[in-house]
């Protein structure tokens, strides 16, 4: 006789636990049964605060109801279908999204079919900085007494020296250099003078240049007087005065590059 209850016991214990619902091969229900059909757009910035120790009611605030008639109370998973678009128009992906909760329903931990869903929630990357623009060239500079004597136009022999130092520079790339050549002067004299006098100090050297070997048409000449100081020698006169200035007579060379 009580090996007849038990028999009967156990047929009904397991009869019970057959109606809580059908027995899955892996942890994730069978995504035709989500409801609403086909499950939800989900809100990425939502989803990324999910974190276990969140609680049932905490969860359901941030993603919504579960998708599977998954109550509040006495379950111990969550599970949802949700759906991701990775552009406009692109055809969604579908992922399912389970929590774990353990006693006290705090959530414990999740998981994703498939695994790779995971991946959808990494923010998307940075984009790319945008390049730096290329640093402007320095142009050649040579000071306008090595290549000229004082208040002078003509080019000294160190001068054409040092010019046809920058020629030989160049090398193969003679022929394909565009040169700007601008002459400066000190503020020694009238502005006008100044202007002038840098202007026929650029005319030589580019002439000298063409003399070298380098096209005629791929270079430009032009003189801005004493403007763009690079000293001012503010109480210096005379010959201090002269000397302290020296920098700013020069000539300047863009486009040798190399």
């Excluded at 520079?169 to 004299?189: A, F, K, M, Q, W």
Aim: net charge neutral; charged share 15%.
């Amino acid at each position: 006789m009580n090996t007849k209850w038990s028999v009967l016991a156990l047929v009904v214990t397991l009869a019970a636990c057959s109606s809580k619902g059908q027995v899955r091969d892996d942890a994730f229900p069978d995504p035709a049964r989500a409801y609403p059909a086909g499950g939800t757009y989900v809100n990425l910035d939502n989803l990324r605060q999910y974190a276990p120790g969140m609680s049932k009611q905490q969860l359901q605030s941030l993603l919504g109801t579960p998708h599977f008639n998954e109550g509040l109370w006495g379950v111990h998973e969550w599970n949802y279908l949700f759906n991701f678009r990775g552009s406009v128009g692109a055809a969604p992906i579908q992922c399912q999204f389970q929590v774990r909760f353990g006693d006290g329903g705090i959530s414990t931990g999740q998981s994703w079919k498939p695994e790779s869903c995971a991946a959808l929630l990494q923010p998307a990357p940075a984009p790319a900085p945008a390049p730096a623009p290329p640093a402007a060239e320095a142009p050649l500079r040579i000071s306008a007494d090595a290549l000229f004597a004082f208040d002078s136009a003509t080019l000294a022999d160190a001068g054409k020296a040092r010019l046809s130092e920058v020629v030989r520079s160049l090398g193969p790339r003679v022929n394909e250099v565009n040169l700007v050549v601008v002459g400066y002067t000190d503020r020694i004299g009238s502005d006008a003078y100044n202007l002038g006098l840098s202007q026929r100090r650029a005319a030589t050297v580019r002439e000298y240049l063409v003399q070298q070997g380098i096209p005629a048409g791929s270079i430009r000449a032009e003189g801005r007087g004493s403007t763009e100081p690079l000293v001012e020698c503010d109480g210096a006169n005379g010959t201090a005065l002269v000397t302290c200035l020296a920098p700013n007579r020069r000539v300047e060379i863009s486009g040798i590059g190399g």
